[in-house]
Each structure stands twice: as structure tokens, then as C-alpha cells.
């Protein structure tokens, strides 16, 4: 019984990791389907939110709630200023190489900026979920108010985000231009701005991720970001880069692949796993489990 | 005054220049007919007008308005519509929702689906396959689904790049047809073709491009009959 009650919560605690990664993943393909390029910037972006908050909740005492806004806005901000200043430059530059490099830089530019700022010690992040931990089956499976809250919003997330692009003129302006940016065009949809929204809401989703992420593992560095930025992007990869479905699969299979890995298998080799996962996927699909072939135009 | 105006044209790909100094205009209600081969600056010339590419110099003027230098996407607002080379439908959409990318600078909903409705009228074919995803159509259903979505923004002109390519004799015959049935209903066409005899036939006025200038304009009946014409591009 009590493995029963274990697997269970390891499910859920993996569950609630890959939804973390799902936001995170979801950031990643959208700019990868519509601008062709890799943000590697992009879990940086979620340390730039955990920081917000922390500042915000931690230091000033704003209501959790306003701090997650104002992360929002502020990297929201932060996410289609660096596209206007950084990539939209390079998006016509021969090289696409160019633009990459170019993320790599911004990623530890971030990182650099918040050493300066907030310097290298970890900061204790409070959790911002005040839901006490649900005890089921006579207190053997104790589930925590962060997990089910990262549940709910991944869930929130994926069928909100879903709901935009299928049903909206601006989310099939940006299927429209992932597609074939100058036929878009030639519809009367302006390329430039559908890219920085998209830019827009990956960021905004990045600093929901960072907020849910420093809950669930209250310690923050400039380097938070990188580890579950680099395994969001694996997730993306995963389940097919540029499929919004294909992130939101990717990410969960990720996490719970990652969870049951340190508890059945080893916890140092948990990283190892998920990577290995990679490489597997990707000799056996290398589209990723919901990756299209690329169409041949005629 | 022209509808569609361009003076002077000049164009470059990098260091290249693929448009020579070409000027040429478009009269309300006209079919224009743009004629060449292949590298002779036919659909360098239609991107240029619609703002898939940018002038070096000279102008297009368009409703006396000039939009040389007018962003892409502000330009279909204005009444021009662009069926671009290869179709270029949105492969992985419904034909529906290619439709409805179409009407992208309408508001009014129920105008839109009333367009819709005309397309699917004009195009049959369309309307059985209206959930289909449009990679899965045939080369002519694309075409068709192209030119549906270029109706659906309303436009004043429609500028169509080698509609014809790569369809079999059936579709071919029926797209001309088409085309001509979009002119009558009161659409100003500028038509890129390599099947000169085809174009000429639809076209009231007609310009002969050779790389990158206009080597010869004129009616269309007339060019028909032009030795030259006839040995260089009609096959006579």
C-alpha cells in the first residue's frame, strides 16, 4: 500500500515539475516555430522573474498575486525588448548562426546582471502558495499546496494558450506567419509585431514558471535559470520543436521522467536520464514525438 | 490617372540588379498580362509592388497614393491582393481557416462570412474540402484556395504570379477561366505568366520583360500577332 501511495506522489510531484517545464517549453517552441531561432535567453528570463517576485513579495511585502503581475509585465517587457534590441537586427543576416550566438550572450548577460545586482548568495524565495498540503488516505499521501497549484496553472496555461491560437485572429496570425512569414504578409499581418508577441507571451509564461519553479524549490541564484531552461528546451525538443501540444507532452513526460528517475534509480543520475531520453527520442523520431515533417513547398 | 502606377523601377538582390528601370501602369477594370521568361524579373517586380521586397529607386503609386516604401502588410488594407508564385496556402491550416487568414484586415464578421460563402460559390471544390488541411490538395485546389484567399481581403486589384504553373491542361483552362470571370465581376488584374498564348488571350494590354527591362507593351491582340512574340514566346 504504501509503495502504491509513494508512486502516486512521485507522479504527482513529476506531474507538477513537467508542468513547470511545459510553460517553460512552450516559450521556447513558440519563438522557435515563428522566429526560426533558439532564445536561449529564455530560462533566464525566468530567473529574471523569480528575482521580481522575490523583491516585490519577499523584500517589499506586496500581496504574492501583485508581485506575480508586476513579474509578468516586467518580463514581458524584458522579453520583447530583447527581440526588438537583440535578434530582430540579425533576423535577416545571412547567418542564422548569428542570431544564436547572440542569445548565448544575452542568457549570460542576465546572468551577469543579477550577480551584479543581487549578488551570488542564494536567496531563500518565500513561497508564494498559502494552500496547506492536502493528507489523503489516513496521512499517507501528503500532496502540497505547490504542486497542486502548478498543476492547476500548467492546466490553466495549456488550455488558455490553446484556446488563443486556434481561436483567436492574433493566434492564427501566428501559426499564419510560423508557416510562411511572407505569405502572412501578404494577408495584412504585420510579421514584425506577431514575433514580438509571441515574444510577449513566451515571457510572460517564463516568469509564471519562474514564480512556480522558486515556490517548489524556494532557493534562488542568477543561475536558476539555466538548468530548467536548457530541460525545457529538451522537453520542446522532445516533443517536437515548434508543436505547442508537442511542448505541453514533452514537458510532462520530461518531468515525470525526471522524478521517478531519482526515486526508483539514482538522484545523481536523474540529469543523465533526461538527457539520455533526448538522444534516444531523437534517433528514433527525430521530429520529436509530435514533430511534422518539414512540408516541401511546390 | 493609372490605378496602379510604378515610374522608374529599379530593384537589387544584394550587389545584382534584377529590375532595370521599368515603368508600366495598370488601368481600372484592366487585365494586364506581364510577360517573360524565367530570370526576366516578373515576380521580383510583384513583390516589389507589394512589399515583399524594397525598391533601390523609383516609385509605385497606387490610388495616387505612394507605397513605395509602405510596410507589407499595411499595403492589402489599401485594396491589393497578391497570389504569390507556388500558391504558398498555409499547408498545415483548414481551407477554412486559410479563408479566414484571408479577410485578416476585415472586422465585420458576418461580411466576412458572407465572402467566404461567395468563394466557396466560385470555387466548389473548396467548399466540399473546407476542413481538409490545405498540404493535402492538389496543386489546382491549392491555386484556387490562393486565389480564394486573396478575394477574401476585397480587393480593388489582384496581382496573381504564374497561376497556371505546374497544373494539368484541365485546371489550366479552368483557372483562365476564372481569372477572366474575377476581372468581369469588376477586380483589376495584374497577371504574370509564362504561358504567354494563354495570358495574351485574357489580357487587354500586355509588357514583355527580358531581363529586368521592358522590351515591348502594347494591346494584347496586337502582341499576339507580333513576329517576335510569336517566335519567342508563343511557340509559333
Redesign the interface.
Known sequence: MVDVMSFVSYLLNGISLGSVYAIIALGYTMVYGIAKMLNFAHGDVIMVGGYIVFVFVSTLGLPPLLGIFVAMILCTVLGVTIERVAYRPLRMASSPLAVLITAIGVSYLLQNLALLIFGANTKSFTSVVAIPPLKLADGQLTISGETMVTILVGIIVMVCLTLFVNKTKAGQAMLAVSEDKGAAQLMGINVNGTIALTFAIGSALAAVAGVLLCSAYPSLTPYTGAMPGIKAFVAAVFGGIGSIPGAMIGGILLGVIEIFGKAYISSQMADAIVFGVLIVVLLVKPTGILGRNIQEKV | MAMLEVKDLEVYYGMIQAIKGISFEVNEGEVIALIGANGAGKTTTLHTI???LQAKSGSIVFEGKDITKT???????MGM??V?E????????SVY?NL???A??RKDKAEIAESIENVYKRFGRLKERRDQIA?TLS?GE?QMLAMG??LM?KPKIILMDEPSM?LSPLYVNEIFDIIKEISESGTTVLLIEQNAKKALAIADRAYVLETGKIVLSGDADQLMNDESIKKAYLGE
Not at chain 2, 510596410?71 to 488594407?77: D, H, L, M, R, T
Not at chain 2, 507556388?86 to 491550416?93: D, E, S
Open positions: 507589394t512589399g515583399l510596410p507589407g502588410y499595411k499595403i492589402v488594407s491582393a497578391h504569390p507556388g500558391r504558398r496556402v498555409f499547408a498545415n491550416l481557416e479566414k487568414l484571408g485578416y484586415t498540404g496543386g491549392q484567399r486573396a481581403s505546374g
